[in-house]
Nanobody, 123 residues
Framework: VQLQASGGGSVQFGGSLRLSCAAS????????MGWFRQAPGKEREFVAG????????GYGDSVKGRFTISRDNAKSAGYLEMGNLKWDDTAVYYC?????????????????WGQGTLVTVSS
């Protein structure tokens, strides 16, 4: 099983960025998907989660109204659209997958992790 996160980079304050997560080695429609992030010196935190068919979605409080999670099971991919980016959004972003139909907000509940992609918000 492999999750490949991509799309990170440097973006101006207030700007937008789209992250992608390509999944292989699993039937992605059998998994919930999610995004977490980890800033230097901080714990990994929940950003967004989506159930197997997109019918249930949740966001961390700090990104509600600015970020949008989606998935395309036919392409074995997940996405995170990030808008109105702020300094505190600077972090390494990880995509994750968990067996079953739902998603979870706790790190310990997830089965597979991508390698992370760095997002840096700059002036």
């Amino acid at each position: 099983v492999q999750l490949q996160a991509s799309g990170g980079g440097s973006v101006q304050f207030g700007g937008s960025l789209r992250l992608s997560c390509a999944a292989s080695g699993l039937s992605i429609s059998d998994y919930g998907m999610g995004w977490f992030r980890q800033a230097p010196g901080k714990e990994r935190e929940f950003v967004a989660g989506i159930n197997w068919n997109g019918g249930s979605i949740g966001y961390g409080d700090s990104v509600k109204g600015r970020f949008t999670i989606s998935r395309d099971n036919a392409k074995s991919a997940g996405y995170l659209e990030m808008g109105n980016l702020k300094w505190d959004d600077t972090a390494v972003y990880y995509c994750a997958a968990v067996r079953g139909s739902r998603y979870y907000t706790k790190v310990r509940n997830w089965d597979y992790w991508g390698q992370g992609t760095l997002v840096t918000v700059s002036s």
